[in-house]
């Protein structure tokens, strides 16, 4: 029912353009979003969690997000996770 991000690092880990996705199906089966939320810029303090709870919207979302990563290609990753709702 949530995501939990974890810092092992001794320096902050920057989270970016975080956002939420949620998702439903139509009379058809058919997936569709019914919203959007942007949290904006999450920074984790070191070797500390955290927490992003999504509202219970629809049959799922995807938490997105970006972050910087040394070894990366082009030293960026972008994670989009999904959380079930039923």
């Not at 939420?20 to 070797?47: C, H, W």
């Not at 219970?56 to 990563?69: D, P, V």
């Amino acid at each position: 029912e949530s995501l939990r991000v974890y810092n092992p690092n001794p320096i902050p880990f920057n989270l970016t353009n975080v956002r939420i996705v949620y998702m439903d199906f139509d009379g058809f089966g058919r997936t569709v979003v019914v919203g959007e939320e942007a949290l904006g810029n999450i920074t984790v303090k070191p070797l500390s969690s955290v927490e992003i709870k999504p509202e219970a919207r629809g049959s799922y979302c995807y938490i997105q997000f970006t972050y910087s990563y040394k070894f990366s290609d082009k030293g960026y990753v972008y994670e989009s996770r999904r959380i079930d709702f039923r």
